[in-house]
């Protein structure tokens, strides 16, 4: 079964800075990725997913995620981020032909004004 | 599209007593629900998999018979916690794929707690 590795569970930045969180996973075969995010009292909503070709995805809200094969890696990445990205963060994984999601534990984002 | 609800948004309940908790996808047909809970401050734990007219699939350590599922229909399943307990408080969320989707939406969670 695949499991899916999240670091740095709080991470604490100001206005305009540079987000990115790291997404491992493990398992060796095809796989399709996501990123969720948790707004404070709301639902998981997709940011963006990876299901072939290109591994620069492009999501909403300006965010991108890249899909390093080689390093079992689907990081998430903002160049600028704003008060409203604190949320709760969520990579997720599920081996092709298997819709069963695995998730990683979370980042908990906070973004001082 | 793809909007997934969640009825009760919350719940309280005694020790013991049963609780339902429903699941529909609102704009879509969806043959597999899945039925996840999420303790605070932690990752959502996948409970099982709740298939369209068949038995669902439960994951290991997951009681069937504590937490029965019931997708009567293509855009209803159905969570019950059966005799709860203190312990069984949690948040429950609920997602769904559409028919051709690989993409699984998510409700809004219904939070239990039991005294």
């Known amino acids: 079964a695949q499991s899916v590795s999240q670091h740095n569970h709080h991470v604490i930045l100001s206005e305009a800075a540079s987000l990115e969180l790291g997404c491992n996973y493990s398992y060796g075969g095809t796989v399709n990725l996501f990123w969720y995010v948790q707004y404070p009292g709301q639902h998981l909503q997709l940011l963006l997913k990876?299901?072939?070709?290109?591994?620069l995805v492009k999501g909403i809200k300006g965010f991108e995620a890249e899909f390093i094969k080689s390093k079992f890696s689907f990081n998430l990445r903002k160049p600028s981020v704003q008060w409203s990205d604190t949320a709760e963060y969520f990579c997720?994984?599920?081996?092709?032909?298997?819709?069963?999601?695995?998730f990683g534990k979370g980042n908990q984002v906070v973004v001082i004004p | 599209g793809a909007v997934v609800s969640q009825h009760p948004s919350r719940v309280i309940c005694k020790s013991g007593t049963s609780v339902k908790i429903e699941c529909r996808s609102l704009d879509f047909q969806a043959t597999t629900m899945f039925w996840y809970r999420q303790f605070p401050k932690q990752s959502l734990m996948l409970m099982a998999t709740?298939?369209?007219?068949?038995?669902?699939?439960?994951e290991q350590g997951v009681e069937k018979d504590k937490f029965l599922i019931n997708h009567a229909s293509l855009t209803l399943s159905t969570l019950t916690v059966t005799s709860a307990h203190p312990e069984d408080s949690s948040f429950y969320i609920c997602?769904?794929?559409?028919?051709?989707?690989?993409?699984?939406?998510f409700g809004p969670g219904t939070r239990l707690l039991v005294l």
């Open positions: 709740s298939n369209e007219g068949s038995k669902a699939t439960y």
């Open positions: 997720a994984v599920n081996a092709e032909g298997n819709n069963r999601l695995a």
């Open positions: 997602s769904a794929f559409g028919t051709g989707k690989r993409t699984q939406y």
């Open positions: 990876y299901f072939s070709g290109d591994p």
